[in-house]
């Protein structure tokens, strides 16, 4: 069947007009950044099942003081990582995002690794001996806190994430304040090593 141009027009603008409002409804999480992807400038990372959003200078919040127990046992805080970036990423390990973000994760972290960057995960549901049996399948290197009995690292973060969204992820600046968050799970490494640069004043 043979299809008029006027029927071809319409189908255009039906299709623009679908683009238009899927970038609206990025913009309600990432909404500088989906500004900076109209304006072709790159720095717009925009998808259909994730949404970054960056603080502009002046406007970050406070930062985020926070403890918790490692799966290795050890006591960790914010103090811990004073004085670096650190990457935050809040998972669990049968969270089907979470398995697909963790290699880009250990790719980032290996990247920068010999810097003043720090990751550090944020289990939500497991016990310490399935997190360290996802670290080892993903070979994962950086921690993760056990956060599932008392939920206190993710209450800390709750004004910057929503309780619920999981993967999630926070770059602090190394002040600990909030430079950049990411929720949903991470698509590709370029777009975290650039939050990245960002917090360390490269870009």
Not at 4 to 15: F, Q
Not at 59 to 66: D, G, L, N, R, V
Not at 116 to 119: C, K, Q, T
């Given at each position: 069947?043979?299809?008029?141009?006027?029927?071809?027009?319409?189908?255009?603008?039906?299709?623009?007009l679908m683009l238009?409002?899927?970038?609206?409804?990025?913009s309600?999480?990432?909404?500088?950044?989906?500004?900076?992807?109209r304006?072709?400038?790159?720095?717009?990372?925009i998808?259909?099942?994730?949404?970054?959003?960056?603080?502009?200078?002046g406007?970050?919040?406070?930062?985020?003081?926070?403890s918790g127990?490692?799966?290795d046992?050890?006591?960790v805080?914010?103090?811990?990582?004073?004085?670096?970036?650190t990457?935050?990423?809040?998972?669990w390990?049968?969270?089907?995002p979470?398995?697909?973000?963790?290699?880009?994760l250990?790719?980032?972290a290996?990247?920068?690794?010999?810097q003043?960057?720090?990751?550090l995960?944020?289990?939500?549901?497991?016990?310490a001996g399935?997190?360290?049996?996802?670290?080892?399948e993903f070979?994962?290197?950086?921690?993760?806190i056990m956060?599932?009995?008392t939920?206190?690292?993710?209450?800390a973060?709750a004004?910057?994430v929503?309780?619920?969204?999981?993967?999630?992820?926070?770059?602090?600046?190394?002040?600990?304040?909030?430079?950049?968050?990411?929720?949903?799970?991470?698509?590709?490494?370029?777009?975290l090593g650039?939050?990245?640069?960002?917090?360390l004043g490269?870009?």
């Open positions: 069947m043979r299809i008029s141009k006027k029927a071809r027009g319409v189908a255009s603008i039906a299709a623009a238009v409002a899927g970038l609206t409804a990025c309600d999480a990432s909404g500088d950044l989906a500004e900076q992807y304006n072709g400038d790159g720095k717009g990372y998808a259909a099942d994730f949404a970054v959003h960056e603080y502009k200078p406007e970050q919040p406070p930062a985020i003081a926070y127990t490692l799966d046992g050890k006591d805080s914010n103090k811990t990582y004073s004085g670096k970036v990457v935050v990423n809040f998972w390990a049968a969270c089907a979470c398995r697909q973000e963790a290699p880009i250990e790719k980032t290996q990247q920068f690794a010999g003043d960057v720090a990751f995960g944020v289990n939500t549901y497991d016990q399935t997190a360290q049996s996802f670290a080892k070979g994962i290197t950086y921690p993760s956060d599932v009995d939920k206190s690292v993710t209450a973060f004004d910057v929503p309780l619920s969204a999981t993967p999630s992820t926070v770059v602090l600046d190394k002040d600990g304040r909030p430079t950049a968050r990411i929720v949903g799970a991470i698509p590709d490494a370029s777009i650039a939050l990245i640069k960002t917090a490269e870009s």
